[in-house]
């Protein structure tokens, strides 16, 4: 029998600064660019709980991150800490952790920084249960910090409980009948949910499916899959239907790779002075192109990403005829990409720029 435990670190990067610095413990922190007193030009990485009930939270800009700081300060609670990332930090611990975690089942597939995923193919549900609990309690006592666990019969559903009782929660959905009449136990933990749960419907697909009633899983468990192939296209509709019967079928990829190598950055000020622009961006792909070659890989794609002053976003991605390594061949390409944003071709508006990006993406061995 095939068991899933996603692990997933309680907000990671704020949880260890708020282990290494024992004079802000239980304060609100956030991980993130420097605010810059309210002025500050990029995003929250990280917020620790306590944060996030001033509505500061992962991908908010952090100049209104310090807005609602202040705003909690003005009502007589503690103001946020604020503390720029160390990645190199948090990537040691990662991995320690991941190292244990990794010789707890049978297969282990990183997937990010703070969140991974456990196959266990010897042990019954309780046998999971006692190793999540394992896991657990090493994190806790080794690191003095806390994860939560899922522990589901796919990926999916192990990813989805690991989300329900956080921070140090564990959460088992029992299945040996998945996608079958009898799956009650799935069901049940999936019908209250919302569509927006389940892995591939964001923010555009859930306002379809609510026009068509579907706002649950239980609502949308109720469409054929003829309705939502129509509505969401062949392959998201036949995803979101599968789903929505805890269907998952992909696998625990023990030799997971990085896909891509990116680097961006956001500028101190909007701009579209185009020498400032053309030169970060040219060191961004020198910084890229070194990184695929030190992981000693060679790209097939190269793509950019252009975010506006409004927050606008636009991706760009562009095939190359052979798989390269070469920071010319990166540095031409996506220049090509990104010239039409400093013109009236892809910004007809004429809006300043407020972050770019290089991505190197369908990375191989060239062989």
């Given at each position: 029998m095939r068991i899933i435990?996603?692990?997933?670190?309680?907000a990671f990067f704020a949880s260890v600064e708020e282990r290494d610095h024992p004079r802000i413990k239980g304060l609100p922190i956030v991980v993130g660019s420097d605010p810059a007193g309210g002025k500050g030009r990029g995003v929250v990485s990280t917020a620790n709980y306590v944060a996030r009930e001033y509505g500061i939270k992962s991908a908010l800009p952090i100049s209104r991150a310090w807005q609602l700081s202040q705003q909690a300060k003005k009502d007589g609670k503690p103001e946020a800490v604020f503390f720029e990332p160390n990645i190199r930090k948090y990537a040691g611990i990662s991995q320690e952790i991941f190292q244990y975690i990794a010789k707890q089942g049978e297969l282990f597939e990183p997937a990010s920084i703070d969140e991974c995923y456990l196959e266990l193919q010897k042990e019954s549900w309780a046998g999971a249960e006692k190793v999540a609990r394992r896991i657990q309690d090493y994190v806790t006592k080794k690191f003095q910090l806390s994860c939560s666990v899922g522990v589901g019969p796919n990926k999916l559903i192990a990813k989805i409980a690991a989300g329900t009782r956080k921070p140090h929660g564990l959460t088992v959905v029992r299945s040996n009948f998945l996608g079958s009449a009898q799956d009650k136990e799935v069901r049940d933990f999936l019908d209250p949910l919302s569509v927006r749960e389940l892995w591939g419907i964001g923010p555009k697909t859930g306002a379809v499916l609510k026009e068509l009633g579907a706002e649950t899983v239980k609502q949308l468990r109720q469409l054929t899959k003829a309705e939502l192939m129509e509505q969401l296209g062949k392959k998201s509709g036949a995803s979101a239907y599968s789903h929505a019967r805890g269907i998952d079928n992909s696998q625990v990829?023990?030799?997971?790779?990085?896909?891509?190598?990116?680097?961006?950055?956001?500028?101190?000020?909007?701009?579209?002075?185009?020498?400032?622009?053309?030169?970060?961006?040219?060191?961004?792909?020198?910084?890229?192109?070194?990184s695929v070659q030190k992981e000693k890989k060679k790209f097939k794609t190269v793509g950019i990403v252009v975010?506006?002053?409004?927050?606008?976003?636009?991706?760009?991605?562009?095939?190359?005829?052979?798989?390269?390594?070469?920071?010319?061949?990166?540095?031409?390409?996506?220049?090509?990409?990104?010239?039409?944003?400093?013109?009236?071709?892809?910004?007809?508006?004429?809006?300043?720029?407020?972050?770019?990006g290089v991505r190197a993406e369908k990375l191989n061995t060239g062989a």
């Open positions: 435990l996603h692990i997933d670190m309680d990829e023990t030799d997971r790779e990085a896909k891509s190598i990116s680097s961006e950055t956001t500028f101190d000020k909007d701009t579209l002075d185009a020498p400032t622009i053309l030169a970060t961006f040219k060191g961004l792909a020198k910084e890229v192109a070194r975010r506006f002053s409004d927050f606008e976003t636009k991706n760009r991605s562009h095939a190359l005829e052979e798989s390269s390594d070469d920071r010319d061949v990166l540095e031409t390409e996506s220049l090509k990409l990104l010239l039409p944003f400093l013109d009236s071709r892809e910004n007809p508006k004429r809006k300043k720029i407020r972050l770019v």
